[in-house]
Every structure is written in structure tokens, then in C-alpha cells.
């Protein structure tokens, strides 16, 4: 079966500093690969996805990125933190063959920026 | 208009009622539809897909697509404590999701 998994869990970071959030899954190969953010009062918002190694599509321009540098990882990366980053960071795949429909969400990292 | 709107709630039921979550989406292209279950403080996980329009069961959740009126459905039977969660409406649009806002549940023993 399919795992997917996000570290850290929680994370409380100072404005300014950088960032850098993992996501791996198991048990499947070529992934269709997402970040999005959930903050209160906003819902889900899809940041980045990915179809493969070294290709990732931005949704929403800003001062995050992502790289996919292996086929089953997925990196959410700053260098400099706004207060406006805090917020849930998930992570979710879904299968090659079923486009964007099936997606599976991660446990999330929740984001602090003081 | 945003492309799916969903009813925050929140929504208390008993424990046994029936319950009724809806969304409402404005384009008529639209042909995949999700329902996701979210507990508080975890991600969110798949609880129904359908395409097109009609029903789609499973144990004691009932999907419902309605494409003439653009209205999506999710049914909870007999709803028990452990259903007590944030449900969220999801369309599929080209290669992404474009989620509701999700509505709160709450049932009470």
C-alpha cells in the first residue's frame, strides 16, 4: 500500500529565516506530486504540483518554491519567511494514470512564523 | 463568483440523524467530484469520487452530483460520533483540485 509522509510535524520559525519541508511516499512509482497550503478561513490552496523529476508548475507566485530532485520526493523550500507564510503545508500525490482526481494527502507540517 | 462554495457550518446532529453536506460549483464543464473527510489538526483523506452526474454509495455515505443545477451532495447515514469532522467539496479542474471551504460537523452521543 501507499504511504505518504511529511516532516516536520510542527514547526515555529522567525521571520526572515529560511524553510525547507519534505514529503516522500511509498510504495508507488511516478507520482503525480502537490503542496498546497490551508490557512483559517481560506480553505486549500494548491501551491505547487509536479508530473516528474525536475518539473514543477507554480499556482500561486511567491516567495516559496519546490524541487522534486528524486521521483518519490518532493521539497517546499523559502529563504526568507513572511508572517504570511504560517498556515497547515500539505503535501499529497496521486497516481500517474488518474490525472489530478485521486489525490492523497500527508499528514501536514503546521507553520508558525513569529 | 469562486468556483466552489461550501457552507462553513458549523452543523450539530445527534448521534443516529441523517446528514446532508452540499457544495455548489459554477462551471458547467466540471465532471470529477471529491468529498474529503478532515480531522482536526490531520490532512485531509478521500471519502468519495464521482463522475458526472448521479449516486455513488459506500457503506453509509451517499455521493450525489446534480449537473443540471451544479449542486453536489454528500449523505451521512445513522452519523456516529467519529464522523465528527470537517468535510470538504473538491471539483477537478484541468491538473488541479479547487476545494470548498469545508463544513464543520459535529455529532453529539
Known amino acids: 500500500s501507499q504511504t505518504i509522509h511529511q516532516w516536520p510535524a510542527t514547526l515555529v520559525q522567525p521571520v526572515g529565516s529560511p524553510l525547507s519541508l519534505e514529503c516522500t511516499v511509498e510504495?508507488?512509482?511516478?507520482?503525480?506530486l502537490y503542496w498546497y497550503r490551508q490557512a483559517a478561513g481560506r480553505g486549500l490552496q494548491l501551491l505547487f504540483y509536479s508530473v516528474g523529476i525536475g518539473q514543477i508548475s507554480s499556482e500561486v507566485p511567491q516567495n516559496l518554491s519546490a524541487s522534486r530532485p528524486q521521483d518519490r520526493q518532493f521539497i517546499l523550500s523559502s529563504k526568507k519567511l513572511l508572517l504570511s507564510d504560517s498556515g497547515f503545508y500539505l503535501c499529497?500525490?496521486?497516481?500517474?494514470?488518474?490525472?489530478?482526481?485521486?489525490?492523497?494527502f500527508g499528514p501536514g507540517t503546521r507553520l508558525t512564523v513569529t | 463568483q469562486k468556483e466552489v462554495e461550501q457552507d462553513p457550518g458549523p452543523l450539530s446532529v445527534p448521534e443516529g440523524a441523517i446528514v446532508s453536506l452540499n457544495c455548489t460549483y459554477s462551471?458547467?464543464?466540471?465532471?470529477?467530484f471529491m468529498w474529503y473527510r478532515q480531522y482536526s489538526r490531520k490532512g485531509p483523506e478521500l471519502l468519495m469520487y464521482?463522475?458526472?452526474?448521479g449516486n455513488k454509495e459506500d457503506g453509509r455515505f451517499t455521493a450525489q452530483v446534480d449537473k443540471s443545477s451544479k449542486y453536489i451532495s454528500l449523505f451521512i447515514r445513522d452519523s456516529q460520533p467519529s464522523d465528527s469532522a470537517t468535510y470538504l467539496c473538491?471539483?477537478?479542474?484541468?491538473?488541479?483540485?479547487?476545494f470548498g471551504k469545508g463544513t464543520t460537523l459535529s455529532v453529539s452521543s
Open positions: 499529497a500525490w496521486s497516481p500517474r494514470d488518474r490525472g489530478a482526481g485521486e489525490q492523497y
Open positions: 473538491a471539483v477537478l479542474a484541468g491538473t488541479a483540485l479547487i
Open positions: 462551471n458547467s464543464a466540471f465532471q470529477y
Open positions: 510504495g508507488t512509482s511516478n507520482p503525480n
Open positions: 464521482t463522475y458526472s452526474s
